[in-house]
């Protein structure tokens, strides 16, 4: 189920005083079962360009095709698309609105047409995968800690059983253990199901540690399209347009700069660790 991108274009408040230009030129290609990391300053691009993705945002000009099929055409089944292509927005719980978290999660799969019996067996398997305690099914939605909340969210979209999986943010405002409880969840599915992840993030050190590829935008344009070891060697450059590297890679620049023989396109603790042991093992 890849998903192309040619040549597309947005433009806000098109023909109005307030016209800007919001993407330009976009041309992509992401592949099934790849796991995407999304990076860009405020303003970049990057939320415009994922909300198209599912067709919730049309392009002023170009085209996206969704599994060889172009979304533009005339009677192509957008209500499709978005059961298959899930995006989980920044600060889901706010899209959260039922009397307790089964029949929350219940709701898009309801909207599937399935019935009863159907929807309860999607929404306790997504729990499940989401790994929210059963204790919690009953209860209120906004009675749940915010690490909580992300997890019905996510699962209320996983119910629906997409083949591609978008996040735009989606441990903002979390604190370190409930980020990395979320993204080990999602890279445990990404794994499991062999879905597709695309997920946005200001992280580097979370870019790193999950993506297999990394896009980075730059004033509605993509300014690298690589895997992350190969774009954070552009570190000096993504600094000047408010990004950075994760900080190993500055401490691995830092320990060659005194001299010592470390490679620099370590981008994760767990490989600067082993790129450290591994130089002071020659020197023993």
Partial sequence: MSIKLEHLNYVYSQGTAYEKKALNDICLEIKHGEFIGIIGHTGSGKSTLIQHLNGLIRATSGELYYNGENIYQEGYDMRKLRSEVGLVFQYPEHQLFEIDVLTDVCFGPRNQGLSPEACRERALEALGLVGLKEKYYQSSPFELSGGQKRRVAIAGVLAMRPKVLVLDEPTAGLDPRGRDDILDQIAFLHKESDMTVILVSHSMEDIARYADRLIVMNKG???????????????????????????????????????????????????????IMRVLEKVE
């Fill in 221 to 275: 344009t993509v300014m690298y399209h690589d895997e992350p070891k190969k774009v954070f060697e552009h570190y000096r450059e993504l600094e000047k347009v408010g990004l950075a590297a994760p900080q190993v890679t500055y401490i691995m620049h830092d320990l060659a700069g005194k001299g010592i023989p470390v490679r620099t396109d370590v981008t994760t603790v767990a490989e600067a660790a082993d790129e």
